[in-house]
């Protein structure tokens, strides 16, 4: 039987602690790619979910939709009531200069903010007084949102029309800095998600878009 020697024990338990760290940093590295490829599916299929919302059927003869279609139909935000859906798609929002297209849920609750980027409760609805703000991940949804600059045109789709909005600025704020939603005397609308874009974690700012409305085309149907 062979001894080990006194003076190798800390080679051979620096050696397990190296072996340890790797395997530990070979399984982040797996569940980081994991996660990635996970959420890039996410984004694809809201991205062209918002993009089929409103859009007519292109079946020659009317059907009923199925349980997912329907899930997808813009519905007006005052028929969900204090206690509605969280998950409910009331309306989309696109920026085609940075390739973001992605539905506007109820809330901001996790299980909305899975599916889509949320209303922000107690702002404004599309096209409405005041300020709206919609908050959105930025490992997902609102990604594309480190492209975007001042000038860029924001189209927002509401069960009562389309609104086009443009962007003045964007600003970086800490999380308690809830004046970025202050209610303007005008329709504005703002943008919300976590920076920096590249954090690993709970990113600790908050990267903000602001944008005004340029027009509308109400629904008169």
Same mark, same amino acid.
């Given at each position: 039987m062979q001894m080990m020697l006194p %003076?190798? *024990?800390?080679?051979?338990?620096? !050696?397990?602690? &190296? !072996? #340890?760290?790797?395997?530990?940093?070979?399984? #982040?590295?797996?569940l980081a790619m994991l996660y990635c490829g996970w959420a890039g599916l996410q984004m694809h299929a809201s991205q062209k979910a918002a993009a089929a919302i409103g859009q007519p059927s292109q079946s020659s003869s009317p059907s009923r939709p199925s349980s997912q279609d329907?899930? %997808? %139909? +813009?519905?007006?935000?005052?028929?969900? $009531?204090?206690?509605?859906?969280?998950?409910?798609?009331?309306?989309?929002?696109?920026? #085609?200069?940075? $390739?973001?297209?992605?539905?506007? =849920?109820?809330? +901001?609750?996790? %299980?909305?903010?899975? !599916?889509? &980027?949320?209303?922000?409760?107690? =702002?404004?609805?599309?096209? @409405?007084?005041?300020?709206? @703000?919609?908050?959105?991940? !930025?490992? =997902?949804?609102?990604?594309?949102?480190?492209? +975007? *600059?001042?000038?860029?045109?924001?189209?927002?789709? @509401?069960? @009562?029309?389309?609104?086009?909005?443009?962007v003045d600025s964007t600003e970086i704020v800490d999380p308690d800095e809830v004046k970025v939603l202050n209610i303007a005397a005008q329709p504005m609308l703002t943008l919300i998600t976590c920076y920096p874009f590249n954090y690993i974690g709970a990113a600790p700012r908050r990267f903000i878009v602001h944008a005004h409305l340029l027009s509308a085309a109400p629904d008169k149907g």
């Amino acid at each position: 039987m062979q001894m080990m020697l006194p %003076e190798n *024990r800390p080679k051979h338990r620096g !050696r397990q602690v &190296a !072996r #340890a760290a790797q395997l530990l940093l070979t399984s #982040a590295g797996l569940l980081a790619m994991l996660y990635c490829g996970w959420a890039g599916l996410q984004m694809h299929a809201s991205q062209k979910a918002a993009a089929a919302i409103g859009q007519p059927s292109q079946s020659s003869s009317p059907s009923r939709p199925s349980s997912q279609d329907a899930r %997808e %139909e +813009i519905v007006p935000a005052a028929s969900l $009531g204090p206690e509605g859906d969280p998950t409910a798609v009331i309306g989309r929002m696109e920026i #085609a200069q940075i $390739g973001l297209a992605v539905p506007i =849920t109820a809330d +901001i609750t996790k %299980e909305g903010l899975l !599916r889509g &980027a949320g209303h922000v409760p107690g =702002t404004a609805f599309p096209g @409405g007084l005041g300020t709206m @703000g919609i908050a959105g991940h !930025r490992d =997902t949804f609102f990604r594309p949102l480190r492209q +975007i *600059r001042a000038g860029m045109q924001i189209k927002v789709t @509401g069960a @009562g029309g389309a609104y086009w909005y443009r962007v003045d600025s964007t600003e970086i704020v800490d999380p308690d800095e809830v004046k970025v939603l202050n209610i303007a005397a005008q329709p504005m609308l703002t943008l919300i998600t976590c920076y920096p874009f590249n954090y690993i974690g709970a990113a600790p700012r908050r990267f903000i878009v602001h944008a005004h409305l340029l027009s509308a085309a109400p629904d008169k149907g």
